[in-house]
């Protein structure tokens, strides 16, 4: 058995020791919503979403006279859904979200279209949640990787850079800010040889685009330009 088969054993067990938990804290204590939310985030985990989303809908029915509980809940149930890859409910929830969650919401209503495919309407959602959350690294990173799926590579090139400046170890935004990098006739190795080395996963799955981006670089200059 490998170590990495062993860890997630391990992590499997602790996190079903945690649904015990959990649903004996409900069961002791009926009223307590947050023992709701841990235990469908642990679910989510588990990818036990018919079971996280049955749960949320239960509690978004007991706590309906509880506005601030019923946006958490909701918050969750998003969650759920985008984990599922249930992108269409996971939008409604988000959706509904008031002020209080707007930053984090707008954020997963950013990510659901741009897993969609929908990457102009993930693109508004992502500039709405950078409003209340201008240094965070996920929305910056959001908003770079729209940016680049709609060929705007300057504006990506912009917001890569931020997300570097918050996080310099961050080896996806390494690897697409040397993508941007090499379409924009920058240096762009030292971007590619930081990401190898942050994340070599990700680097590894992005040869294919890497390549595809070269021959599109070589297409784009004239036959009298040096290859």
Request: glycine residues 6%; aromatic residues 10%.
């Amino acid at each position: 058995m490998t170590e990495k088969k062993i860890d997630r054993q391990a992590d499997k067990a602790k996190s079903e020791q945690l649904v015990h938990q959990l649903v004996q804290r409900i069961d002791t204590h009926p009223g307590d919503a947050d023992a709701y939310y841990e235990l469908a985030t642990v679910l989510v985990d588990l990818k036990s979403y018919a079971q996280a989303e049955e749960l949320l809908m239960k509690a978004l029915g007991l706590f309906a006279t509880q506005p601030a509980t019923v946006e958490k809940l909701r918050y969750g149930l998003g969650n759920v859904y985008y984990a599922a890859q249930d992108y269409p409910k996971a939008i409604q929830q988000f959706d509904q979200l008031n002020d209080q969650w707007k930053g984090a919401g707008y954020l997963m209503l950013a990510q659901s279209y741009m897993a969609n495919g929908d990457h102009k309407r993930a693109l508004v959602f992502a500039l709405t949640a950078l409003g209340s959350q201008p240094k965070d690294e996920a929305t910056l990173q959001v908003m770079a990787e729209n940016l680049l799926a709609l060929g705007n590579m300057a504006q990506a090139a912009q917001y890569y850079d931020q997300v570097l400046a918050v996080n310099p170890k961050n080896g996806h935004a390494q690897f697409d800010r040397g993508l941007v990098a090499m379409v924009q006739g920058e240096p762009y190795q030292d971007y590619f040889t930081q990401a190898k080395q942050l994340d070599p996963t990700y680097f590894e799955k992005g040869q294919k685009r890497l390549a595809d981006i070269e021959r599109f670089v070589q297409a784009q200059r004239s036959p009298d330009q040096p290859q």
